[in-house]
C-alpha cells in the first residue's frame, strides 16, 4: 500500500490547531481558506501519483555513484522535472524572484507530503530551500540576481556543505580553507563528507553552501564563514570540485550522500554569503525552518508507516478476536494491534500538531505579533524537530511489528520506512543537540516568558476540556492538567539551575524535558482539534471523523500522556549520574 | 570494534542474582562455581575470538541461494565445525546422548556470548537445541537413538517448521498435510515459509520438526501433530524436500530463511514426534527454554551494541563539555551522551538479570521447589522474551545515535546489530502474544500465587536496600517500592478482569503491563546486584566495579524506572479504545 496525502487531516490540524484563517488573514499572498485547501489537494495528488510511486524503487536502485557522477534511480529525473514545473520548489520563497510567497503553514504541509510519499525525494528540495534562505537574507544583489531565480523555481538545487571527518556537530572544528582572488571571488580548499545531494542528475547545476574559514580567521566558530560554490560557474566551465564518493547507508538509499572535494586543481571559486567570519550566524538564519522540516519529514515518514500498518492489519487474517462471530478475524480487531496502531496515528498526529504550530510562529514572526512569536517558533523548533523524529523512529518500528515476520522482509517496503526514519534523530543537529538547544538557550528566552507562555496556553486548552465535557474525552482533562503540572515543574527546576549557573543539574535532564515538552504540548494539540470537533458536533454536524479526533485526543492523554510524571521525576531527581566517577565511562 | 564476552559481569549476575551455587549445589552435573567460571571464560574466548569476527563479514555476504542450496558466508562453516569440535552445541542436554548436562543458567549465559558475538550464527544452535528439547521430551527411543546423537553434539542441525502463508501467529490454520505410511513412517506435503536455517552447507543432515495435520484431524491447533522430517534419509538417499527460496531481510543476512516444499515428489518421509494430534503440546514443551533464548539472544546484542557505542565515545572527540580543560572533549564527557550509554548499560543488565532469573527457575523446577519453580519460569518467560528483546530495539538504536551520522553508515556496523535486533521481537511469538500470554495465562497460575510470590520477592529487595543504607543508592528504595506498588496494583486489576469474565479490560493493557513487569522486575534484579556489591564493599572489597553495580541500580531506578506510574495509569484506566467504533479502525 503506497502513501495517500491525508489532506483532510492536514487541513483540520491547519485550520483548527495552527490558525490557518488567521496566518492567511495577514499573509501577503491573499488567497482564503478554500484556496489553501486546493492547493494542498493538488500537492496531496502529486505526492501521491508520482513521488510515492518512486519510493520503493529508489530504495532497491539506490544510486549509482561513477567517476564523479550520481545516477538517481529510474523515474526520479522526471519525476523532479515535474515538481519543478508544477512550481513545487517556490512554494514558501517569496515572489521578488518568481516564489509563490506563501505562507510556512502551507509549506509545511507540502514538505510533510513530499515527505510521507519519499523521504529520499523529499531532502532534495529541501536542501535547496535552505540554501535559498541562506541566499535571500544574507547575499548580495549580485549574488542573488545570478542564483535565487533558478534555486527557487529548482532548475538548480542547493547543498550544505558543513560537516568533515573531525567536524560533526562541532563546527568549530573545521578545516576546510577559504583565500580571497582579486575579482571578489574566493578560491575554497578542503573536503567535505555526508554532503545530501553533493553530486546527481536532477539539475543542470549544484549550488554548495560551504562553509569554510578564511586565513588568519578567529579560532572556533566565530572564524567560519559562508561561501556559495556552484557545480558549474557563470562561464559554463566546471568548477574546481569534485564527487569523490558516496556512502551506504542504513536507508534513503536514493539520496545520494556524498564526499566533497573542493580544490583539487588549485581551489574551487566560491562567493561569499553574508559578511566574513560570520558564517555561522548565516546558518542560524535558516536553522528554525530547516529544523521544522525535518520534523515534517518525521512526520510524514510517520504517517506513512500509519497507512501501511492499518492497510495490512485490516487485510491480514490470524486468530479469532474475543467476541467475534467470525472462525478468523483480521488482525485490526486484536486489543493489542489496535494500540499499536492508535499510538502511531495519535503520536503522529501529535507531532503534526506540534510542527504546524512552530511554522505558525514562523509566519506570525512577520506579523503584528513579531518578536513574541518569533521567539515561540525558536521554542518549538528544537521540540518539532526532535521530538517528530524520535517518534518517528517509533511509529515505523511500530508498523514493522504490525506486520510480524512479514514486517522484517523488505519486499513488504515496512522495513524500509524504519531504516528511513532513522537519520532524522541524527541530521540536521542530533536530537540531543536539540535537547541541550531547547534547555539552555530556549527556556531563558525573554527571560522564561516565551516558554511560561506557552504553558499557559496548553492550560487554556485543558480548562476548554474541562469546560466542553463531553464524555468521549474521557479523562483527558484530568491527564492533560496533571502532564502540564509536570512540564511546569520540570520547566522551573530546570530554569532555576541555568540561573544559578549549574548546568550540570540541568544537561542530564535536556532529553527528558524534551520528550515530556512534546508529550504535553502533543496532548495539548490533539485537545485542541477535539474541542473544535466537540463543537462542530454540538452544532450538528455529523462527520464521524470529528469523533475519531475526540477518541484519538482522548487515546492519547489516557495512555502516551501519562509518561509525563515519570520524566519528571527523571529530570527533577535523576541527575546525579552524571560525571559520577562510579561508573567509569571514560575508560 | 568487536564483541568481547562481559564475562566477569554475567558471572558476578549469575552468583548474585540468579542464584548459581545453588543452582550447582543441586545439578546432577557436579561442578562448582569454579568450574562454571572457567567454562564461561572459554566460552567466553570462543565467542569473542571466533564467532564474533564473522559478524561484519555474514552481514555483507548474506547466504547464497542457488538451486536448491544455500552458500553460508566465507569462514562459518569452520567456524560451525569448531563450535561443534569444542562441545558448545551440547551444554544443556542431558548426558545419555553426550551432551554436558549443565545447568539451564550455565547455557544460558553461552547463549548470550554467542548471539552476543553474533546473532545469525547464534540462531542455528538455538533452533536446534529446540529441535533436541522436543525430541528427548516427547520422542520414541528408536527415534532418539537415531537423531539425537548427532544433534546434540551439532554433527546435525534442527529446524522448526511452523509457518505457513497463511498460517503464523494462527497455527489453526495450518495446511500442510501428513499421512501414513504401511512401515510407520509418514508421507509429509506442504509448504512452509520462514524456516531459519531450513537449508545450509554447515551440517551433513538437517532435521526439520514439521507441523502437519492428518487426514481427518479434528480442526484448529488440535488437529496438528509434529514430525521429524530429516533432509536426509537414513539409507543416505535426499528426501523429498527443498528449500525454494531464501528471504530478503532487513537485518540478520547471514542467517538463511528459507521457504521449504515438502512433497513435490509424492511426499516428504517424516516420523511422528509425540503422539498423533499432540504436535502443539510437543511444541509447548520447548518454548519456555526457546522464548528464554530469544531474550537471550536480546541481550547479547544490546550488550554487543553497548560496547561499541561505548567504545566510540570513548575516540570520538566533539565540543567540549561543561568544567572540562580540554578545548575538545571525547564524547563520553558529555551528560546526553552518558545518559544514553547508562541507558544502554542498565536496561541490558536489567534484561540479563530477569532471563538468568527465568533459567534460574528451569532448572529449579527439577530441584526440591518443583512446580512452584516451574510455574515461576512460565511467569518469567514472557517477560524475558519480550522485555528483552523490546530493550535489545531500543539499545540498539541508541547505538546508532551515539555514533551520530556514522551510525547510519553501514560500515561502522552500529546499523547492523539495529537491524539484526529488530527481528527478535518478532519471531518465537510476538511481543504482542507474550503480553497476551503473561496476561491470561501466566497471572492466573496457582490462583495468581506465583505472580504474588514473584511480587513479595521484589519487596524484600527494597527492604533490603532501605536496610543496607549506602548513600550511593540514592533514591533507589523509595523508586523500587513506588514500582512495586505499580505493579502490584496492575496485577490486582488484571487479575480481577479476568475472574470477572472481562478480557476486553485486560487484553488493552497487556502490553503496558508486561513493560512494567520487566522495569521492576528488571530494577529488583539491578538492586540485588547492588546489595551484594555493597556487600561486598562492607567486607572491605575494593574492587571499583562494586560501586559502579551500586551506581547502575540506582541510575535505573531514578531514571527508567519512573515510567512504572504511567503504564499503571495506562493499565488502570487507558483501556476504552479497544474497539472503540469511533476510530473505525476496521474500515
Known amino acids: 500500500m503506497s502513501y495517500r496525502a491525508p489532506v483532510e487531516e492536514m487541513a483540520f490540524t491547519l485550520r483548527h490547531v495552527a490558525g490557518l484563517d488567521a496566518v492567511l488573514a495577514h499573509s501577503g499572498a491573499e488567497i482564503g481558506p478554500d484556496d489553501a485547501l486546493a492547493i494542498l489537494e493538488e500537492a496531496g495528488r502529486f505526492a501521491s501519483n508520482v513521488i510515492a510511486p518512486l519510493n520503493r524503487i529508489g530504495d532497491r536502485h539506490g544510486t549509482l555513484f561513477s567517476d564523479g557522477t550520481v545516477t538517481t534511480a529510474p523515474g526520479w529525473v522526471s519525476a523532479y522535472r515535474a515538481f519543478v514545473e508544477g512550481g513545487w520548489n517556490g512554494v514558501l520563497a517569496a515572489p521578488d524572484y518568481g516564489g509563490q510567497g ?63 571527518p573531525q567536524a560533526g556537530s562541532d563546527l568549530s572544528a573545521l578545516r576546510t580553507r577559504a583565500e580571497p582572488n582579486s575579482d571578489g571571488s574566493y578560491r575554497i580548499t578542503g573536503a567535505k563528507i ?10 543542470d547545476n549544484i549550488c554548495h553552501l560551504v562553509l569554510a574559514r578564511l586565513k588568519d580567521a578567529p579560532a572556533g566558530t566565530r572564524g567560519i564563514s559562508l561561501f556559495l560554490v556552484p557545480k558549474v560557474l557563470p562561464d559554463g566551465r566546471r568548477n574546481d570540485l569534485r564527487c569523490s564518493g558516496i556512502e551506504h547507508k542504513l536507508g534513503i538509499h536514493a539520496s545520494p550522500t556524498c564526499s566533497m572535494a573542493f580544490g583539487d586543481a588549485g581551489g574551487a571559486t566560491g562567493w561569499l554569503i553574508g559578511e566574513e567570519n560570520r558564517g ?6 535558516m536553522m528554525n525552518s530547516a529544523r521544522l522540516n525535518v520534523g515534517l519529514q518525521g512526520v510524514g515518514v510517520a504517517e506513512a508507516a500509519y497507512q501501511k500498518a492499518l492497510g495490512y492489519a485490516r487485510e491480514r487474517r490470524q ?19 489496535q494500540r499499536m496502531l492508535l499510538t502511531m496515528k495519535a503520536y503522529t498526529a501529535a507531532a503534526r500538531g506540534i510542527c504546524y504550530l512552530t511554522a505558525q510562529a514562523l509566519d506570525a514572526a512577520h506579523g503584528p505579533e513579531g518578536k513574541a512569536a518569533h521567539d515561540r517558533a525558536s521554542l518549538l523548533t528544537p521540540v518539532a524537530k526532535a521530538f517528530s ?67 499557559a496556553a496548553m492550560r487554556r486548552v485543558a480548562e476548554g476540556l474541562l469546560k466542553d465535557g463531553a464524555p468521549g474525552f474521557g479523562l483527558a482533562a484530568p491527564r492533560l492538567r496533571e502532564g502540564i503540572g509536570s512540564l511546569d ?35 495539548a494539540c490533539l485537545a485542541t482539534a477535539g474541542l473544535a470537533a466537540s463543537a462542530a458536533l454540538k452544532a450538528g454536524e455529523t462527520d464521524p471523523a470529528q469523533a475519531a479526533r475526540i477518541a484519538l485526543a482522548r487515546f492519547f492523554a489516557e495512555n502516551l500522556l501519562p509518561a509525563a510524571g515519570g520524566l519528571e521525576q527523571a529530570i527533577l531527581t535523576g541527575g546525579d549520574f552524571a560525571d559520577d566517577p562510579a561508573f567509569a565511562l571514560a575508560g
Request: aromatic share 6%; glycine share 12%.
Open 102 to 164: 506563501l505562507p510556512h503553514l502551507i509549506a509545511a504541509a507540502c514538505t510533510e507530503m513530499w515527505n510521507g510519499a519519499n523521504l529520499a525525494f523529499g531532502l532534495c528540495p529541501l536542501l535547496t530551500a535552505g540554501g535559498i534562505e541562506a541566499l535571500a537574507a544574507h547575499g548580495s544583489d549580485d549574488l542573488k540576481g545570478r542564483y535565487l531565480e533558478k534555486l527557487i523555481s529548482g532548475e538548480w538545487t542547493a547543498t550544505m556543505n558543513l560537516t568533515e
Open 194 to 203: 555526508y554532503i545530501t545531494y553533493g553530486e546527481h542528475d536532477l539539475a
Open 280 to 285: 555561522l550566524a548565516c546558518m542560524f538564519t
Open 319 to 337: 486468530g479469532r478476536a474475543p467476541g467475534s462471530p467470525e472462525p478468523v478475524s483480521a488482525i485490526v480487531a486484536h486489543a493489542d494491534i
Open 389 to 455: 523524529t524520535d517518534i518517528a523512529n517509533e511509529v515505523t518500528s511500530l508498523g514493522v511489528q504490525i506486520h510480524g515476520g512479514m514486517g522484517f522482509v523488505e519486499e513488504t517496503g515496512a522495513a524500509q520506512l524504519m531504516r528511513d526514519a532513522r537519520i532524522l534523530g541524527i541530521y540536521e543537529g542530533t536530537n540531543g543537540i536539540q535537547a541541550i538547544d531547547l534547555v539552555t538557550r530556549k527556556l531563558p528566552l525573554a527571560g522564561g516568558t516565551t516558554v511560561g507562555a506557552q504553558i
Open 489 to 523: 515543574r520540570a520547566t522551573s527546576f530546570l530554569l532555576k539551575a541555568l540561573a544559578s549557573n549549574r548546568p550540570q543539574d540541568a544537561l542530564p535532564g535536556a532529553t527528558p524535558y524534551l520528550r515530556l515538552f512534546g508529550l504535553v504540548q502533543g496532548a
